[in-house]
């Protein structure tokens, strides 16, 4: 009879047991060789933003060692529903894990991750995640822009920056800005940084305009959050500076260009794929940066003003050891109110959420 | 003495429907052929992906899905132009008209999603339709009254009213959650259901809207008094004044159901496919739809066909880009090859070249 209850009573917490397990929801484990992966962007594979995830994606497959034949790309695919239709053909090809690169895919991933159980769905700049089978994954750029801010401080005698900005309202750009800002104050107190939006992630001919404009007010180092090089080739033409972003734009400027801050989407990719692989691949959001190597600066050209790289190098320390990261107050809007008290860091949410879409920080004047 | 070449266009006289077929048929091998050797010169073999396409386009039930989304708003889109076209009024607004209808009816589902689904869907139509019609009778008053320029016209409303879709996505309809403006997902109750279509499976309703609009389109040009006049005005506006037809009404009327027609399809796209208002609900529809148009010979069979081809050719592009890696502008290349060579054949319909020679 003992034996009967003991029994029983086993095999009833093997079931429990079983139960929380599928309730903890770990993806079962994909070999190396019947892995597809699955990659869904908004640009052409040579644009700076999509291209930074190509490079990414290819450089994972090195990594991991994956053959060109497991790796499904879909470039150019707008953020409406043929993003979704892309990830289904995706699905339909056997693709075990998709990532999609751009936020107005969020929603369209977030319900096919329901209608797919069985399928990861990766999910870059947004910020839900279902806790099964829906993560997100993003960088924080803002500490490679805050190194290159440094470089933007120590070079201008204007002590006027401009900053060609993509979209207003935005979190990723208004922490971009603010961060660039905090990297120019944190070297020279007094320069202001002037920006002004183009209401588009690229458009070639408006960014060199844009440029041009902010040239014209006498600022002689230009920053840009866009995807072209042409306000690089704008501050070379008028014998100023340039901070680029998403690739090592010296080659286009070669007498204008100080630094840029660069992604490099690899480290997130080849960890998801191993994860994946190795059967332990959890619903976890990714936030990588400097540490992480997720991002970074290019290599600082020879128009740097004197003492740039010692100055970028401590400050890299800090952030790279924890220590300190860049979003720690006090912070001041630009009202002057303290929006961060002495010592307070800001978390992940408040820097990639409303918080930061409301935030531009003292020193920063929109054009 | 020299002699020259000098080349000559002329008009041809009659063209059997047999011998324009024919040319059609040429120029599509032609384009083939064209297309393939574009391919070979990528060292591709354009046999294997032609293939590919069409597997990628029809093999599956799924994929057939896909395919059929895509016809669905370029069929009707088509159909709306053509009222217009068949006048000869050049509503190349489509584009413009698509989002007036997607905002209207977005409208309804952000802001009064209260009501049961069958009515709100409903609502939302109606709303679509409207505001598409306004937006595309808004050149043809200024046409009946000014004698503005029509094509600029249209065409130029497209970025007016494309904009305020970006506006209301940063602005008032701006989902407060998150980092990134966009607009919020509409509800259970705003979206289209879903229904079988025969062999192809559950696609959202649009494709009955598509079949009915279809049969409707072709009655209204062939038997109605009101087709009957649209076509007098296309043909000879004078002729249509002379036997007193009210031209301003037709004209009016006429935009008011072409960009009808291009609203219900935005209707259709955020309420189906995109289950949310983007700025990327035309994404160039507007402007296939002119070309599916004239090489359908303004015909409603001939639009179906030609744009369940486009479908065809857009869905098998894109499993083509991914299965042999080739970048997305090499695709948009081999389109445009295709494209060209089956509208140059419509110009070889209705031309011929010939030589003559000279004694100079």
């Known amino acids: ?367 | 003495m020299s002699s020259r070449f000098h080349l000559y266009v002329s008009q041809r006289g009659e063209v059997s429907k047999a011998q324009e077929y024919t040319m059609r048929i040429l120029a599509l091998v032609a384009a083939l052929i064209a297309g393939g050797v574009f391919l070979l010169l990528l060292g591709f073999n354009p046999f294997e992906i032609y293939a590919t396409m069409l597997k990628g386009a029809l093999s599956t039930e799924g994929m057939r899905q896909e395919t059929v989304k895509l016809m669905i708003p370029l069929c009707l889109t088509s159909l709306g132009v053509t009222l217009a076209f068949k006048m000869r009024f050049w509503n190349i607004g489509a584009e413009g008209q698509i989002c007036a209808g997607a905002i209207a009816a977005s409208y309804f589902a952000y802001f009064h999603n209260h009501l049961p689904q069958g009515i709100l869907l409903s609502v939302m139509a109606v709303a679509a339709i409207i505001a598409g019609g306004l937006w595309g009778m808004l050149p043809a008053y200024f046409k009946t009254r000014f004698d503005t320029n029509e094509t600029l016209f249209t065409l130029m409303l497209n970025y007016i009213i494309g904009f305020f879709i970006t506006y209301l996505r940063e602005g008032p309809w701006r989902d407060p959650q998150g980092g990134f403006a966009a607009t919020p997902r509409f509800l259970k109750q705003a979206r289209l259901p879903l229904v079988n279509f025969p062999g192809v499976g559950n696609v959202h309703i649009g494709w009955i809207v598509m079949f009915v609009i279809l049969i409707w389109v072709f009655f209204y040009l062939r038997y109605t008094k009101q087709g009957y006049e649209l076509t007098v005005v296309g043909e000879n506006i004078n002729t249509a004044r002379y036997a007193g037809m009210p031209v301003k009404k037709i004209i009016m009327r006429t935009m008011f159901l072409s960009a009808g027609i291009c609203g219900l399809v935005g209707m259709l796209q955020v309420a189906g496919p995109d289950r949310q208002l983007t700025d990327a609900v035309a994404n160039g529809r507007g402007f296939t739809a002119v070309s599916i148009a004239w090489l359908s010979r303004l015909s409603p069979i001939g639009i179906a066909l030609v744009s369940f081809l486009f479908s065809v050719m857009e869905k098998g592009c894109s499993m083509m880009q991914t299965d042999f890696r080739i970048p997305a502008s090499m695709s948009e290349i081999l389109q445009g090859i295709i494209l060209f060579c089956v509208l140059g054949g419509e110009f070889f319909i209705n031309f011929r070249i010939g030589r003559t020679r000279k004694e100079a």
């Not at chain 1, 043929?82 to 053909?89: L, P």
């Not at chain 1, 991933?109 to 209608?115: D, H, N, T």
């Not at chain 1, 822009?145 to 935005?170: C, E, F, H, M």
């Open chain 1, 1 to 367: 009879m003992f034996k009967k209850t003991l029994s029983l009573f086993l095999s009833m917490v093997m079931l429990i047991s079983l139960a929380a397990v599928q309730v903890h929801a770990v993806m079962p484990a994909v070999s190396k060789e019947d892995l597809k992966v699955g990659a869904v962007f908004i640009g052409p594979s040579d644009d700076g933003f999509t291209g930074a995830h190509y490079n990414g994606i290819e450089k994972m497959k090195e990594a991991v060692g994956l053959s060109d034949e497991q790796i499904l790309y879909k470039f150019n695919v707008p953020e409406n529903s043929e993003c979704e239709s892309a990830m289904r053909e995706l699905v339909d090809k056997g693709c075990q894990i998709i990532f999609g690169n751009s936020w107005g895919y969020m929603n369209y991933m977030e319900e096919l991750a329901e209608e797919y159980p069985d399928v990861v769905f990766s999910h870059c700049s947004g910020y839900k995640n279902n806790g099964v089978n829906f993560n997100n994954y993003f960088g924080r750029i803002y500490q490679a822009r805050y190194l290159s801010g440094i470089a933007a401080g120590l070079k201008t005698t204007t002590n006027k920056i401009g900053y060609v900005g993509a979209w207003p309202d935005n979190a990723e750009v208004n922490g971009g800005i603010n961060a660039f800002a905090l990297g120019v104050q944190s070297v020279n107190p007094d320069a202001v940084v002037y920006v002004k939006f183009i209401n588009s992630w690229g458009d070639p001919t408006l960014e060199k305009q844009t440029a041009e404009a902010l040239l014209a007010i006498d600022c002689d180092v230009i920053a840009q959050h866009v995807d072209s090089s042409m306000p690089q080739v704008a501050a070379q033409e008028a014998g100023k500076f340039g901070c680029g972003y998403n690739t090592d734009m010296t080659a286009v400027a070669p007498d204008a260009h100080l630094t840029a801050p660069v992604w490099n989407w690899a480290s997130v990719y080849t960890a998801e794929i191993e994860d994946l692989i190795n059967g332990v691949w959890e619903p976890v959001n990714y936030f990588y940066g400097l540490k992480e190597d997720m991002v970074d600066i290019s290599p600082l050209s020879k128009n740097v003003a004197e003492g740039t790289a010692e100055k970028i190098e401590e400050a890299r320390e800090k952030i790279v050891s924890g220590e300190w990261d860049v979003f720690t107050g006090p912070i001041y809007n630009q009202d002057g109110e303290e929006v961060l008290k002495e010592g307070e860091t800001l978390s992940d949410a408040d820097i990639t959420g409303t918080f930061m879409v409301e935030l531009l920080i003292k020193g920063v004047k929109v054009e």
